[in-house]
C-alpha cells in the first residue's frame, strides 16, 4: 500500500482543492456496455458500466440500506442471506403474489374455453405485467 499523504503534505494545497482543466476536444469513445441487472435491494435496473466490478444496486441509498440490513443480521444473529420485511412490505408482497396467480388462472381458463386470440394476447399481457410487479421485493 501507499502512504497516504496528510493534507499539510499534499501538493495541491488543501485537501479537496481543484485546478480547472480544458475538456479534451475529441469525443470519448463509448465504453462497451454489459448490460442491465436489477438492484439487489430494490430491484430497479442498475446501469452496469464496462469495466471493473458489477454494480449490485442503483443507487448509494440502496446500497446503504442494504449494509444497514445486514449489520442488522448479524447483531441479531439471523443467518446470512436472511430477508427482513415490514409487515406492510410483506402484505404487499403477498397481494402481488396473488395478483400473478389470478392473472395465470384466468389465462388457463380462456385458453380452455377457447377465448380468440386478441383475448388471450391482452391476457398474456397482463400476466406479464403482474409478474414484473411481482419480482419487486420492496
Known sequence: MFPR??????PGGGLGSLT??????RPEP???RRGEAS?????RPVDEGG?????RYCRRSCRQRAYEQRRSL????????????TEAESTDL???MFQLRCACEDLRTAIAEGEDAAELTRMSEDLVSAARRAE???
Open 94 to 96: 403477498m397481494d402481488r
Open 39 to 43: 438492484c439487489a435491494w430494490c430491484g
Open 136 to 138: 419487486r421485493l420492496r
Open 20 to 25: 480547472p482543466v480544458e475538456p479534451d476536444p
Open 5 to 10: 499523504p496528510d493534507a499539510a503534505g499534499h
Open 30 to 32: 463509448a465504453a462497451p
Open 51 to 55: 469495466t471493473g466490478r458489477r454494480r
Open 74 to 85: 448479524r447483531m441479531q444473529d439471523l443467518p446470512e442471506g436472511t430477508v427482513v420485511l
